[in-house]
């Protein structure tokens, strides 16, 4: 969508499509816009916070016969002689009150990963991913999607070439539009590998062959005959291309293991090997290049533990260091620390 590249979902609904991206939006959207009433109607009882049908009818009626918006109706029902049920009353009011601690936290400058905390730390205080789990055949994957969704949002709108929250919205409203119009040229088809089946293209890519991801890390806990299904799965996808097969891995650091992401052992299997043209990676002070995978990876390894090694310290005097408060310690026999006070 960045790159405007058109595409479509084959058999699976688009990113922006999803219900817990709507609903995040819609969350964000009330925090930058309290008067979004369509906004409010989507997310008021979602998850179910107890407030009945008949306690809303009445308080959206109240609210429009006052001429005031939902939120602001519902942040001020207490001045008010409404007929709602004082346990819808207190729903609603519970729910702009956390919004609105939400929307102070969110005013001034923050980093990616301080907005990211910010909106993650809302969304479970209103216990919105202990919903998704309800759900337990896809909770983990709208969990994901959400968390993506907040990790894009956070890197667009912060740091050097950030746009405002309320950019991203009017983005998001464009792009989502444009894709509901009718393209007739090229465009790249997404699909799982088990959709693929049966199916064949001239170009394809295989993204995300790391250990743990493809295979998948629960195959691999669970026993070679899951491994098995895994392995059909990848030779399904590889064989579906006519001209060119794409490969691709993520070298970075993988949130499953703790440890930095490796090749998945299909393509070792298969007989093929990942030479990227430009490996590349930041480590400290130093740019790693390798035209080779495998020697790539213990170099990589081998900078980390030293750049590990130089980040030790010992807490004698002679060393002067400067304690501030904030600053984390790690001692052999207490363990993890942080200063508090000087």
């Known amino acids: 969508m960045k790159e405007r590249i058109p595409y479509r979902v084959y058999s699976g609904t688009k990113f922006y499509d999803r219900r817990e991206v709507k609903d995040v939006l819609a969350y964000l959207s009330l925090l930058t816009n309290p008067k979004n009433d369509v906004a409010f109607e989507r997310v008021y009882n979602v998850p179910k916070r107890g407030?009945?049908?008949?306690?809303?009818?009445?308080?959206?009626?109240?609210?429009?016969?006052?001429?005031?918006?939902l939120y602001q109706y519902a942040l001020d029902l207490y001045k008010y002689d409404s007929e709602v049920s004082k346990k819808s009353q207190n729903a609603l009011s519970t729910f702009v009150l956390k919004l609105e601690k939400a929307n102070d936290l969110l005013e001034g400058e923050h980093t990616s990963q301080e907005f990211s905390g910010i909106m993650l730390d809302f969304l479970n205080d209103i216990k919105y991913f202990d919903y998704l789990q309800e759900n337990e055949e896809d909770g983990d994957d709208r969990a994901l999607n959400v968390r993506s969704l907040i990790s894009d949002i956070a890197n667009t709108v912060t740091g050097k070439n950030a746009i405002s929250i309320e950019e991203y919205l009017q983005n998001v409203t464009l792009l989502t539009s444009q894709d509901d119009i009718v393209n007739d040229g090229d465009s790249i088809t997404l699909m799982t590998c088990h959709t693929a089946k049966g199916l064949e293209f001239n170009?394809?890519?295989?993204?995300?062959?790391?250990k743990d991801v493809f295979p998948n890390y629960r195959a691999l806990q669970e026993g070679k005959e899951?491994?098995?299904?895994?392995?059909?799965l990848a030779y399904v996808a590889f064989t579906r291309a006519r001209k060119i097969l794409y490969l691709s891995c993520n070298l970075g650091h993988s949130f499953i293991s703790g440890t930095t992401n490796e090749v998945s052992?299909?393509?070792?299997?298969?007989?093929?090997?990942?030479?990227?043209?430009?490996?590349?990676?930041?480590?400290?002070k130093e740019n790693l290049y390798s035209f080779d995978f495998n020697k790539f990876m213990e170099e990589k390894k081998k900078i980390e533990e030293e750049e590990r090694k130089e980040r030790?310290?010992?807490?004698?005097?002679?060393?002067?260091?400067k304690w501030s408060v904030g600053d984390l310690i790690n001692h052999k026999t207490f363990g993890k620390g942080k200063i508090n006070k000087l």
């Open 203 to 210: 170009y394809v890519f295989v993204v995300g062959l790391n």
């Open 265 to 284: 052992q299909f393509v070792i299997e298969a007989g093929l090997s990942l030479k990227p043209k430009n490996s590349f990676i930041k480590v400290g």
């Open 51 to 69: 407030i009945g049908d008949v306690s809303y009818a009445k308080f959206k009626q109240e609210a429009y016969e006052l001429n005031l918006n």
């Open 312 to 321: 030790v310290i010992g807490t004698s005097f002679k060393n002067n260091i």
């Open 226 to 232: 899951r491994e098995e299904e895994e392995r059909r």
